[in-house]
């Protein structure tokens, strides 16, 4: 009788691998709970807001010294024409983008400021732009903030928050409130009467 204990320590791989197998799908499912991605737009239908630093009116600028960061937040011609909250909410059409920058330094680390003694921007890191149609954020269900959309762009227009993932904005934005037509600022102090 030849024993041989090669194929026998195989075919115990083999049977070992094909429970695996057979079982891997029950294992897959057991381990990862369905994930449950609050609804979103499917299109961007926000757009990249070309030109945005020369055709846009500053609203406010935020200067963050200590993250070496410059905030600062830009409306298209209807949003810069609200300056009084009893205009609100803001027409179909405006468009609202938060821009981060990083800031240039001197040589010996201290912050360069500009003409208006804000901080110097490096580079454009992102966008965080909204955009109020007729009928927009429906998709967003429970989290609807009126009629804006939300994307993040990066300073090439790729997308860094894309609309699938923009619930997240959505569902922090409601907080704003409709009375500020879900906008927490825009170029209004903080909130004091939600
Ligand atoms: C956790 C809460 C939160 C999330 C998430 C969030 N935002 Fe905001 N957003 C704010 C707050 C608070 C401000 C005001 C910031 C300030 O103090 O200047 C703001 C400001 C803005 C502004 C400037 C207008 C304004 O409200 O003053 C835009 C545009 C904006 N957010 C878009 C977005 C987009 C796009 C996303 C998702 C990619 C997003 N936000 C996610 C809380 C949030």
Redo the contacts with the bound molecule.
């Keep these: 009788m030849k024993s041989n204990p090669i194929p026998a320590r195989l075919r115990i791989i083999a049977l070992t691998a094909c429970c695996f197998w057979l079982a891997s799908p029950l294992l897959l499912r057991g381990a990862e709970p369905e994930k449950s991605t609050p609804p979103a737009p499917t299109k961007d239908r926000v757009g990249f807001p070309k030109h945005y630093q020369e055709k846009f009116q500053v609203l406010r600028t935020?200067n963050k010294e200590k993250e070496q960061k410059v905030?600062t937040?830009y409306g298209n011609g209807l949003v810069a024409a609200i300056t009084n909250s009893s205009q609100l909410p803001y027409p179909n059409g405006s468009v609202?983008?938060?821009e981060t920058a990083s800031t240039l330094s001197d040589a010996q680390g201290k912050p360069l400021l500009d003409e208006r003694g804000n901080l110097r921007k490096d580079k454009v890191l992102g966008l965080?732009?909204?955009r109020r149609e007729k009928n927009f954020g429906e998709a967003y269900g429970e989290n609807r903030t009126g009629e804006w959309e939300?994307?993040?762009y990066r300073a090439d227009g790729s997308h860094l928050?894309p609309p699938q993932e923009?619930a997240?904005?959505a569902?922090?934005?409601v907080k704003?409130g409709a009375k500020r037509d879900f906008?927490?600022?825009?170029r209004f102090p903080?909130n004091a009467d939600k």
């Design positions: 935020v905030v937040v609202i983008v938060m965080h732009v909204m939300y994307v993040e928050t923009s997240s904005c569902e922090c934005h704003a906008v927490y600022r825009g903080a």
